[in-house]
């Protein structure tokens, strides 16, 4: 009904950026709620920001305020996440998630979504 595929994650330097793609088919990208969530080794999955609409209220987690940002383009059907002075306690798998809107967020636990991307591994080395 939903796919999510994501794309960008990689390796990186401490203090160094990546940009975190998410697009979306089988159903119509403006009618979906959408979040970023990470999970490292050995922890639970994380909020780390989420959005519903395109100039509508975005939310981040303390831990990456004011280094991420996270925005959609519509007429791609993409999600992004944008990610600068990355630090080692950054490094995890980072899945897009959606959910039909249907009620006024913001929608920050995992268990507010119906789907999830694949995943994808961002590592920060120093």
């Known amino acids: 009904q939903v796919q999510l595929v994501e794309s960008g994650g990689g390796l990186v330097q401490v203090g160094g950026s990546l940009r975190l793609s998410c697009a979306a088919s089988g159903r119509t990208f403006s009618n979906l709620a959408m979040g970023w969530f990470r999970q490292a080794p050995g922890k639970e999955r994380e909020f780390v920001a989420a959005i519903s609409w395109i100039g509508g209220n975005t939310n981040y987690a303390d831990s990456v305020n004011g280094r991420f940002t996270m925005y959609r383009d519509n007429a791609k059907s993409t999600l992004y996440l944008r990610m600068n002075s990355l630090k080692p306690e950054d490094t995890a798998v980072y899945y897009c998630?959606?959910?039909?809107?249907?009620?006024?967020?913001?929608?920050?636990?995992?268990?507010?979504?119906?789907?999830w991307g694949q995943g994808t591994q961002v590592t920060v080395s120093s």
């Open positions: 998630a959606a959910r039909l809107l249907g009620q006024v967020g913001p929608h920050l636990s995992p268990d507010e979504y119906n789907y």
